[in-house]
């Protein structure tokens, strides 16, 4: 059973900074786009930053010169940098991944993994 599980969420202050981390775990064959989205309370989730396997990257304009995205592929884990968080960045912070799980029959079918959400709370 492929899971992504995040953890690094917490309560800090504006102009403070986290470290989101998730982690893939199961049985793997491949791992192709990650990414990080957010939902905010009464909003839609949205794309925070993606990365792909070569590690090129793709930043929500909220995101981009504030927050960098990193990817271990050896160790199937993505990462989220945050610096000068602002209150607005209050959320739910999901992990998010296309993997290629191994299954019999040799088969390379991709799917779309959501983890659990960490909370992230920024105080004004």
């Known amino acids: 059973q492929v899971q992504l599980v995040e953890s690094g969420g917490d309560l800090v202050q504006a102009g403070g900074s986290l470290r989101l981390s998730c982690a893939a775990s199961?049985?793997?064959?491949?791992?192709?786009?990650m990414g990080w989205y957010r939902q905010a309370p009464g909003k839609q989730r949205e794309l925070v930053a993606e990365?792909?396997?070569?590690?090129?990257?793709n930043y929500a304009d909220s995101a981009k010169g504030r927050f960098t995205i990193s990817r271990d592929n050896a160790k199937k884990m993505v990462y989220l940098q945050m610096n000068s968080l602002k209150p607005e960045d209050t959320a739910v912070y999901y992990c998010n991944a296309d993997i290629v799980p191994i299954r019999p029959g040799f088969s390379f079918t991709s799917y779309n993994y959501w983890g659990q959400g960490t909370q992230v709370t920024v105080s004004s």
């Open positions: 199961g049985i793997i064959r491949s791992i192709n786009a």
């Open positions: 990365i792909t396997p070569s590690s090129s990257t």
